[in-house]
T-cell receptor, first 120, second 113 residues
Framework: AQTVTQSQPEMSVQEAETVTLSCTYDTSESNYYLFWYKQPPSRQMILVIRQEAYKQQNATENRFSVNFQKAAKSFSLKISDSQLGDTAMYFCAFMKPSAYSGAGSYQLTFGKGTKLSVIP | DTGVSQDPRHKITKRGQNVTFRCDPISEHNRLYWYRQTLGQGPEFLTYFQNEAQLEKSRLLSDRFSAERPKGSFSTLEIQRTEQGDSAMYLC???????????FGPGTRLTVL
């Protein structure tokens, strides 16, 4: 079974600064997807960024980028130029596509989340 | 807006009552997922449909839980004889049959008194 660990329950960052959220995972699979989801207070979960394990290049989406270290099973999220609207819970998630493994579903396995506060 | 919708958004019930939640996925999405999220935790997988077929169920889904997706469109999640431990946010997500990008609805917050 896969596990996802987010070791930082809470973090804060000054507006316009850069912050990095950590995530590690455990799997025996070689092909999989990793995700960062954002859940603002009382609002729905939004996909921030996705990484395919077979791609060596780190994914980027505007101010959001990841540092994917496959051998270390690490997947951190960097938020540049932090904005007040970035205040949210951030969840790291793992997915094992059954097309690669021949078994299992496309379920997401989530970490416990990191609560990020952007301070004006 | 053609995102994932869920109804109701909030449900308060007494222990022992039955409740049913509805999820309407994004129209062209053939995969639909149910997750449960308790306070301070990440969502946990409950079950998954591809079209109308329920392909996987988590061990979290006890016999009191049942999910359906008739005709491969909307889905319902029913909890029978609710218990206080069922209090949680129930999230629905949908996706297309590739790339694993799941889009989430706003959730149904269940409170069992």
């Amino acid at each position: 079974a896969q596990t996802v660990t987010q070791s930082q329950p809470e973090m804060s960052v000054q507006e316009a600064e850069t912050v990095t959220l950590s995530c590690t995972y455990d799997t025996s699979e070689s092909n999989y997807y990793l995700f960062w989801y954002k859940q603002p207070p009382s609002r729905q979960m939004i996909l921030v960024i996705r990484q395919e394990a077979y791609k060596q290049q780190n994914a980027t989406e505007n101010r959001f980028s990841v540092n994917f270290q496959k051998a270390a099973k690490s997947f951190s999220l960097k938020i540049s130029d932090s904005q007040l609207g970035d205040t949210a819970m951030y969840f790291c998630a793992f997915m094992k596509p059954s097309a690669y493994s021949g078994a299992g579903s496309y379920q997401l396995t989530f970490g416990k989340g990191t609560k990020l506060s952007v301070i004006p | 807006d053609t995102g994932v919708s869920q109804d109701p958004r909030h449900k308060i019930t007494k222990r022992g009552q039955n409740v049913t939640f509805r999820c309407d996925p994004i129209s062209e999405h053939n995969r639909l997922y149910w997750y449960r999220q308790t306070l301070g935790q990440g969502p946990e997988f409950l079950t998954y449909f591809q079209n109308e077929a329920q392909l996987e169920k988590s061990r979290l889904l006890s016999d009191r839980f049942s999910a359906e997706r008739p005709k491969g469109s909307f889905s319902t999640l029913e909890i029978q004889r609710t218990e206080q431990g069922d209090s949680a946010m129930y999230l629905c997500a949908s996706s297309l049959a590739d790339r694993g990008r799941q889009f989430f609805g706003p959730g149904t917050r269940l409170t069992v008194l």
